[in-house]
């Protein structure tokens, strides 16, 4: 019983199934990111001169700890037996998989997600959104807990994101929990990995023509730094088609790839706009 709320027998080992791999999944990736700020390669690449303001990593943990609490519990809702019907009443229904269905296990919640979070990051940058996110860019220089970092209004939405594509896949065919669980590692670790004050991305990756599928993490550092712009989250599509893609980015991330850090939040490239 939660909240006086009585819970089918199979939630809540579920939800410490759920629990201990996302904790797991997330110390993994913090503990791999402050590994690489404080390596040479880190120090040699790093992308803001200005450190963490003091009490930045407690903050983020407790959001973090939140974080990944209701995920566990919405994801063991989704995906435990709640009795309800022939296949269990679960929202997202695993099982054996096809080569082909293995793939859409990755591609859909990978596709979804960009589109989603697109739609939902300009939505908080909104005058009536911004309240709910600035929980969020309270962190302007990044670290290897922001990425969990945010208000429960977006942590929400996170798990609508993660689930919806794989609740609406069991509609007509089973999911392979086995890549869903690799695409969680893939994208929940990589939040994590991709708000740390190091570019990992370096040439010739970190061009433009190579960033639809990946930008560098130059290129959300100043998202945070500028609040407008660079909306997208894995890719560039959008930031592109809508016209929200600073043009000064490459030239920034040359700047960290080059060995000279940026020191200004509010530093331009020759290419931005006046």
Known sequence: ???????????????????????????ASVALGFALERSAFGQRNRVWTPRPWEGQ???????????????SMLFALA???????AQGGALVVFGDTTWATGILSFVLPWGFFEVF?????????????VPFHRHHHRSVVGTPITGLSMGWLETL???????????????VMPVSLPVWLGFLVYHWGGNLLGHINVEIVGRP???RAWSWALHPF???ALHHARWTGHYALYSTYFDRWFGTEWADWPEL???VVSGTPLSDKKVKGQQAPG
């Open 79 to 85: 995906t435990a037996d709640l009795g309800l019907g």
């Open 57 to 71: 990593y407690a903050f983020e943990s407790r959001s973090a700890v939140r974080f990944t609490l209701l995920a």
């Open 1 to 27: 019983m939660i909240f006086g709320l009585s819970l089918p027998a199979d939630v809540l080992p579920a939800f410490a199934t759920w629990f201990v791999f996302l904790a797991l999944l997330s110390i």
């Open 253 to 255: 991330h040359e700047r």
């Open 205 to 207: 990756f970190g061009t």
């Open 117 to 129: 979070y697109y739609v939902v990051h300009r939505a908080l940058h909104t005058r009536r959104g």
């Open 218 to 220: 130059t290129y959300h």
């Open 157 to 171: 939405a996170w798990q609508v994101g993660y689930l919806t594509p794989v609740a609406l896949m069991s509609f």
